[in-house]
């Protein structure tokens, strides 16, 4: 029987799978959160009831017309993005100008609604949503057993954080996005029209949490609850890695995710607090966070 | 090529602009000159669209600019050049070069901008805030004039610059007039419009109160200097 530091590997190793997994989530929704505060200023606490409602699209498609999770995987966060480009277009674009907490209230209060009404009709006990069957099974790796779906989720995650992160950075469309965040009226003065790119990344933001949410659903079931459990999580990573910053909330993401597994491992009984207690420490020695710019 | 009408302009409350009135033809350098707090940043704000509120009429090759947004007004044509030069710090120096798109055929291409700012083309991939002042000026200036846009606004290109950059920059406007580009210029240094520009406008309190033209100015010296207050 193989131990490392008197821990069975297995149950380290399968708690580092669970870290990878709950990181994928914390870092696809912590970008999401991140890309949408950059430009837009606001705290969108939809998120998680965006995420939700990914997965209830998913589910839907599945139950109500037999489309699969992999037609789901591109109709869901088109459904939910437009969604999200209709609460900008007649709600957000009102508040730009005034403080973050009237945005913040107003996504806080749209996340109870949403929440509420899918609360009201399917209840808060979840729905099951099966693994794809090219996706079932699983690898023995000789020191842990890795099932098929979860290897993919982190795979694909890492590979959709690591695209975003590479279009906002390198690329043109990207610097647009960079350039507007720091100065929205001269970009404007340039030619370009600002407005639309707020309303299309709004809607992207929001599909990435409903990507999110249709990944998640055949780990963690269908449930009106699913994102408001996860998204305080995901704030406090947010906080740990610097509200704005693109590879801060990758990497914070996956590294939180993964201590929170760790934790669990060799001290179980701080595992559901441990994010807090470094966001605690963080913003003790690094306010704007680990990769935050002072603004 | 611009006429403004009675431009008026606000910041909120507060009345800014009071009635601008002046023209810009083809091919000309004009400068607007007044003291600080005169208007004359809000003016060209107020052309290029950026300003919360405005009234009266802008007209720009013939077709009227007050109605429109800003972008929609760099796609007919203008570039603006802020005073605070924004250069933006997530950018490179190229990516700041290349920014601002295309509006129409006819601007410089990036290799003729190498030539009138060499500085740039040793620092492409600095971050754009790295530069020193002058060589922010050069790529803000630069990055405006592959657009295609015909009317150039420049916001006091030269403040707190050094000789010979302010020379550089004078050299470039010049060199920017013989190709045909059309500019309207705002400067406190009188000295350095002098060697540009074709006309002066005067602004006080948001009024264009006096016209001069460069070759009425060894006659009116002693009127600018009084308007400025120097
Ligand atoms: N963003 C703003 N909000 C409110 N007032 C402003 C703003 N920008 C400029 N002002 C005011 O407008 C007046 C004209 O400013 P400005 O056009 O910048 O003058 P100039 O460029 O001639 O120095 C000044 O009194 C200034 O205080
Ligand atoms: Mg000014």
Redesign the pocket.
Known sequence: MTEIFGIPTQALFGQLLIGLINGSFYALLSLGLAVIFGLLNIINFTHGAQYMMGAFVAWFLLNKTGIGYWWALVIAPIAVGIFGVIIERTMLKQLYKLDHLYGLLLTFGLALIIQGLFRNEYGSSGLPYSIPSQLTGGQNLGFMFLPNYRAWVIVFSLAVCLSTWFVIEKTKLGSYLRAATENPELVRAFGINVPRMITLTYGFGVGLAALAGVMAAPIYSVNPLMGENLIIVVFAVVVIGGMGSIMGSIVTGFGLGIIEGLTKVFYPEASATVIFIVMAIVLAIRPAGLFGTQK | MLEVRGLNAW??E?H?LHGMDFDVAEGEVVTLL??????????LKSVMGMVGRREGAVKFQSKELIKLPSNAIARMGIAFCP?ERGIFSSLNVQENLLLPPKVRDGGLDVGNIYELFPNLRERLKSQGTKLSGGEQQMLAIGRILRTGARLLML?EPTEGLAPVIVQQIGRTIASLKRQGFTILL?EQNFRFAQTVADRYYV?EH?RVVDMVANTALEASMDKIHAYLGV
């Open positions: 910041y909120g507060s800014i007044g003291r600080n707090g005169a208007g004359k940043t809000t003016t005073e916001d705002v602004v948001g």
